[in-house]
């Protein structure tokens, strides 16, 4: 079987990076620092972007704006998600984003994915793209709402976008207090050759009923049931590139345990910045392509072309 490299878009801080907003809980927590921002952010950046290819994956660069500066772009698993119409066209489901300073992201994602060749396409509902929607495999998304305080995805967006991007789903609803997206408590991780599955869950976020939908939609699926401390320290934020997990720091020895028995390689990553400042790990800082070949990734949008011209 032809093994399939993953591609993931990813959009580096700017010079003026900085924590802005503080919309989710964790940013909230961070305090606050004198000390720039965006130095350390470009290195935490850079470092998941090397990470990734080092993993056999592929970065696809969608460069900050230099005439705005969107301090939420780096978090790019909110910014859509990537598709293919019944005729195979290319498409992009655009965010339709709850904090207000992250508005003006769906207008330049607009323009930049016009000029891959893909079509736009506007999320009426409020939704958070990746944040929500989350890959057990290429046949599975789980979706996800929070009802709370610190509430995003609305749970009507699900009609609008399930449909478009997998043969299978299912929607689940969260206690959006403290958690924000579905993948601050739920991650799904697999062997390279996905014969077996873990799901990591954090029970207390789900609301009655679902951890039990989740297992029924997941049966072969071993479950780590998380604690809140664990889940807080974003246990499920660890992204998975083919043989390789990238993680934040500070995890409990369990989940290392899970990854270990998929045979999967840990790499721990810091974060300073775009983490332990901003809220966001790797899972966050990522927008996966499923079904873009990573051979039509334009040579000035390559990791080693931002980086020459950076």
Known sequence: MTSITPVYLMSPPGPEWTVRARSNVFSQAAGTSETPLAPQARADWLMVAHAI????????????????????????????????????APGFLLPNMKPAHRHAEATYLAGYVSALGWRARKV???????????RVDLERMVHTWGEGPYARTSREAYAEVAHLISRRHIQVGFKADPWFHGNTFLGFYASAKGERRWMLVCPAALQDGELARLRAFVPEAEVLELQHDESVAYATNALQVNGTVIAPTGL????????RSLGLEIVELPLQALFRQGGGAAVCLTDRLDGFDASQ????????AWEAQS
């Open 297 to 304: 990734i334009p040579a000035h949008l390559t990791l080693s």
């Open 252 to 259: 409990p020895a369990r989940v290392h345990e899970v990854w």
């Open 124 to 134: 009426n509902a409020t939704w958070e793209g990746q944040g929500d929607v989350l």
């Open 53 to 88: 290819e080092r993993a056999g994956g592929r970065v696809l660069v969608a460069p900050p704006p230099p005439h705005l500066n969107l301090t939420g772009m780096p978090y790019t698993a909110e910014a859509g998600i990537f598709f293919r119409d019944e005729k195979g």
